[in-house]
């Protein structure tokens, strides 16, 4: 049974990752500074670690054949972290945790990067400065390495997050899923250093994402009939153009497709629709206590 230490495990994607980790039959540690509230997660065990403390960094990936380090901060908490400690978190944090790699001999990392990759803030560059350290440790130590850009996951009220699909926005199981496929690949040695983006993918041909706001209600109804009435029942605004990559090269090298859409969203809103359920106060993920007031 392989054992994998997940960073960041308390956070939204870090419950995601370790449930998809633990449903794939691998042992899973999971490492944060605060313990997880989720019950179904206390199977796993937990340890208390700040990733800006070396030897609590040591500690957490000891005995591990593969970590995924989700720990950091980002820019969308309430109240806001400061750009101190989103540094110190988010690039002291990454360069302690690929040294423990090194010193234990760990050779499979999967590595939270972000679409926000960039130079116009604090959090942007630290993943920058991440993902150069991921290649600086794949060149010092010959470990493989996967590198996510993640799109946008962060608890949204659900009618703002089926009209984000649309944009930048991804399903969180998706987010699980391409770092469980990732996790297989650094495992069986597939990849040497490799990036790609995480993304939603709707299946639409080319000239719907293109010309969405004049094409996009007429192709949503052909798949899901009743379509329209729900889009205009619910106010979802729809771009001008979706938003899409090409993800073919993660399919190829992970083996992973994005499974949650537009299509998708619009099925279940059908269904709570059905039953006159009231989606107004309705969040997505419904399920962290006292991590994301509502705003
Ligand atoms: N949420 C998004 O939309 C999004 C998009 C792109 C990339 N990402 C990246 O994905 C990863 C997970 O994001 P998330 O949204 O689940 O974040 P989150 O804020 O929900 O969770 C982060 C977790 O890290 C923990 N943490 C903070 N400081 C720590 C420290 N010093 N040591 C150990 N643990 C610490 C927190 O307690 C929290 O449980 C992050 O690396 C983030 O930058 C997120």
Redesign the pocket.
């Known amino acids: 049974m392989m054992k994998v230490l997940v960073?960041?495990a308390?956070?939204?994607?870090?419950q995601a990752v370790c449930r998809a980790l633990l449903d794939a039959g691998y042992t899973v540690r999971m490492?944060?500074?605060?313990p997880t509230q989720m019950d179904d997660l206390k199977q796993a065990e937990f340890v208390r670690?700040?990733?800006?403390t070396p030897a609590d960094v040591r500690r957490a990936v000891a005995g591990m054949d593969a970590v995924v380090h989700?720990?950091?901060?980002?820019c969308?908490?309430n109240p806001p972290v400061s750009d101190e400690t989103i540094f110190a978190?988010n690039v002291d944090?990454t360069f302690h945790v690929l040294e423990a790699c090194r010193q234990e001999g760990i050779q499979s990392i999967v590595y939270?990067?972000?679409?926000?990759y960039g130079w116009w803030s604090v959090y942007g560059v630290s993943k920058v400065i991440g993902e150069d350290l991921c290649k600086a440790y794949n060149e010092m130590t010959g470990a493989s390495i996967v590198m996510l850009r993640?799109?946008?996951?962060?608890p949204r009220p659900y009618l703002e997050f089926g009209a984000r699909l649309l944009k930048n926005g991804v399903d969180r199981r998706d987010v699980a899923a391409a770092t469980v496929a990732s996790v297989k690949a650094v495992l069986a040695r597939r990849v040497g250093l490799f990036r790609t983006i995480v993304h939603t993918d709707h299946g639409m041909p080319q000239e719907v994402v293109d010309r969405f706001r004049e094409l996009g209600v007429a192709w949503c109804e052909e798949h899901v009939p009743g379509a329209r009435r729900l889009i205009e029942k619910y106010a979802i605004p729809l771009p001008e153009q979706v938003e899409q990559h090409d993800l073919k090269e993660a399919e190829q090298v992970l083996g992973w497709r994005p499974a949650v859409g537009f299509l998708d969203f619009l099925r279940d809103l059908q269904a709570r629709d059905e039953k006159g359920l009231d989606v107004s106060g309705l969040w997505v993920p419904s399920e962290l206590p006292g991590?994301w007031p509502a705003r």
């Open positions: 960073t960041g308390s956070g939204n994607g870090g490492a944060d500074v605060i670690c700040d990733t800006r989700l720990a950091a901060w980002h969308a908490h978190v944090g939270a990067s972000s679409m926000a993640y799109h946008e996951f962060i991590m």
